[in-house]
């Protein structure tokens, strides 16, 4: 089940095609644009990874931060260049009629148009949304289309870093990780494997590669405490992805397409799901011939007849089950919180989850529901507050960002049930 085959992406944040484009509207010269591009990647906190900065303060670049700006740059016109959004001469780079369209969407704020055009173009030439879903769809796990990626540091599993001090302690973490894995791969898939031979094969290559010994009461230097969990995460991981569920391309190209969908709104990826630790995939979408469900919306058709339909319900459609999804999600987190208010992006992935929709559409029938409460028209009462903006802390990424409402960036709920919710 090979995808990516294609263009393997070097960057994941689609905002980067915006800022090459708008860089060239402002200039053709090569050397202007990439000034240019620095610029609005930092105003628009572009990160090298899946999450922007939080940051917007300038700095001095490093010659090695200028060596990987001009890097992605490059990475981001031969991709546009694929696209057909410009055109490229030897010191100028010039913009297509479709480039242009990417602009002004952008501009406009038509957020929907400017991810659909973007879509379009990267699904017409190499149908690499379509391969990618069906794929998840193909895994014979029950239910179907959910991918997981479970992680558990050794600290979850009630191994502390200071009382691991020998080279059996990290053995036996690794079997204790073993049986979390088998355990999450019954519970969420239904899927029977035992793993005893693999993290054989994991500690024999530990071993080899010189950071276990081979005497397991010898101790292990602790300076190589991240590098072992680091290769026993991405051993897992890889392991995962390609004998669970059969993917041969490599895990970055596989997590930067992913995360692209995502921002479409044709699938879903979290690290945060309440009650999971690790990563889970799961569509809000599905390629079929033709659907009578109208809670599914066509946006590309292929040449074999297929189509690709997200899942898009009406508010008139949705609106019940949105609100008692909201409340059951609510009163789920409210168990382990001490506080009447919850954090609400972490209700956002449990009712993404269960009704699969887009954050994008979490958010727009979470606006609507807001307006009825103001107007005392919802059988539940919420409150939306503002707890700290990730600017206002320490952090350095926007692993996951507030939700717009009502004009305002908002990160914490609460919820009083008043009348008409059954829970």
Same mark, same amino acid.
């Given at each position: 089940?090979?995808?990516?085959?294609?263009?393997?992406?070097?960057?994941?944040?689609?905002?980067?095609?915006?800022?090459?484009?708008?860089?060239?509207?402002?200039?053709?010269?090569?050397?202007?644009?990439?000034?240019?591009?620095?610029?609005?990647?930092?105003?628009?906190?572009?990160?090298?990874?899946?999450?922007?900065?939080?940051?917007?303060?300038?700095?001095?670049?490093?010659?090695?931060?200028?060596?990987?700006?001009?890097?992605?740059?490059?990475?981001?016109?031969?991709?546009?260049?694929?696209?057909?959004?410009?055109?490229?001469?030897?010191?100028?780079?010039? @913009? $297509?009629? %479709? +480039?242009?369209?990417?602009?002004?969407?952008?501009?406009?704020? #038509?957020?929907? !148009?400017?991810?659909?055009?973007?879509?379009?173009?990267?699904?017409?030439?190499?149908?690499?949304?379509?391969?990618?879903?069906?794929?998840?769809?193909?895994?014979?796990?029950?239910?179907?289309?959910?991918?997981?990626?479970?992680?558990?540091?050794?600290?979850?599993?009630?191994?502390?870093?200071?009382?691991?001090?020998?080279?059996?302690?990290?053995?036996?973490?690794?079997?204790?990780?073993?049986?979390?894995?088998?355990?999450?791969?019954?519970?969420?898939?239904?899927?029977?494997?035992?793993?005893?031979?693999?993290?054989?094969?994991?500690?024999?290559? @530990? $071993?080899? %590669? +010189?950071?276990?010994?081979?005497?397991?009461?010898?101790?292990? #230097?602790?300076? !190589?405490?991240?590098?072992?969990?680091?290769?026993?995460?991405?051993?897992?991981?890889?392991?995962?992805?390609?004998?669970?569920?059969?993917?041969?391309?490599?895990?970055?190209?596989?997590?930067?397409?992913?995360?692209?969908?995502?921002?479409?709104?044709?699938?879903?990826?979290?690290?945060?799901?309440?009650?999971?630790?690790?990563?889970?995939?799961?569509?809000?979408?599905?390629?079929?011939?033709?659907?009578?469900?109208?809670?599914?919306?066509?946006?590309?058709?292929?040449?074999?007849?297929?189509?690709?339909?997200?899942?898009?319900?009406?508010?008139?459609?949705?609106?019940?089950?949105?609100?008692?999804?909201?409340?059951?999600?609510?009163? #789920?987190?409210?168990?382990?919180?001490?506080?009447?208010?919850?954090?609400?992006?972490?209700?956002?992935?449990?009712?993404?989850?269960?009704?699969?929709?887009?954050?994008?559409?979490?958010?727009?029938?979470?606006?609507?529901?807001?307006?009825?409460?103001?107007?005392?028209?919802?059988?539940?009462?919420?409150?939306?507050?503002?707890?700290?903006?990730?600017?206002?802390?320490?952090?350095?990424?926007?692993?996951?960002?507030?939700?717009?409402?009502?004009?305002?960036?908002?990160?914490?709920?609460?919820?009083?049930?008043?009348?008409?919710?059954?829970?």
């Amino acid at each position: 089940m090979s995808i990516m085959r294609i263009i393997k992406p070097a960057f994941t944040l689609l905002e980067y095609f915006y800022v090459l484009l708008k860089s060239v509207e402002r200039s053709a010269e090569r050397r202007d644009v990439f000034e240019l591009f620095k610029v609005l990647k930092h105003q628009y906190g572009l990160g090298e990874s899946k999450y922007k900065t939080v940051t917007r303060d300038r700095k001095e670049l490093t010659s090695a931060q200028e060596n990987r700006y001009l890097y992605t740059f490059d990475r981001v016109i031969d991709e546009a260049r694929e696209y057909g959004l410009l055109k490229e001469t030897r010191e100028s780079l010039i @913009l $297509t009629p %479709a +480039g242009v369209k990417i602009i002004r969407d952008f501009d406009n704020q #038509d957020f929907d !148009k400017f991810h659909q055009q973007l879509f379009s173009l990267m699904e017409k030439k190499g149908a690499v949304f379509r391969n990618l879903i069906a794929s998840i769809y193909n895994v014979q796990s029950h239910p179907p289309g959910l991918l997981i990626f479970p992680i558990y540091s050794p600290r979850l599993l009630n191994f502390e870093r200071a009382e691991i001090k020998k080279t059996s302690h990290l053995i036996d973490y690794s079997w204790a990780l073993v049986k979390k894995l088998e355990a999450d791969l019954m519970k969420h898939l239904n899927f029977d494997r035992q793993l005893k031979k693999r993290n054989d094969e994991l500690l024999v290559n @530990l $071993t080899r %590669a +010189g950071f276990l010994s081979e005497d397991p009461s010898m101790p292990f #230097d602790p300076k !190589k405490y991240n590098a072992i969990n680091k290769r026993i995460r991405d051993y897992w991981i890889n392991y995962f992805l390609r004998d669970i569920y059969g993917y041969s391309s490599s895990w970055s190209a596989f997590e930067r397409w992913v995360y692209r969908g995502k921002q479409i709104g044709i699938l879903h990826a979290t690290e945060f799901l309440p009650h999971f630790h690790g990563k889970i995939v799961y569509p809000t979408s599905v390629v079929i011939e033709k659907t009578l469900s109208s809670d599914f919306r066509e946006i590309y058709a292929y040449r074999d007849g297929m189509k690709l339909f997200v899942h898009r319900p009406s508010w008139d459609r949705i609106q019940n089950k949105f609100v008692k999804s909201l409340v059951d999600g609510y009163f #789920d987190l409210r168990r382990s919180n001490q506080s009447y208010f919850i954090s609400l992006t972490s209700l956002r992935e449990l009712v993404c989850f269960k009704l699969k929709i887009s954050e994008r559409l979490f958010e727009s029938y979470l606006e609507r529901a807001y307006r009825l409460n103001l107007a005392n028209r919802l059988a539940v009462r919420i409150s939306l507050e503002v707890d700290k903006l990730p600017e206002e802390t320490k952090a350095a990424y926007l692993t996951r960002e507030p939700v717009m409402v009502d004009g305002r960036h908002r990160n914490i709920i609460a919820i009083d049930v008043t009348k008409g919710v059954n829970r």
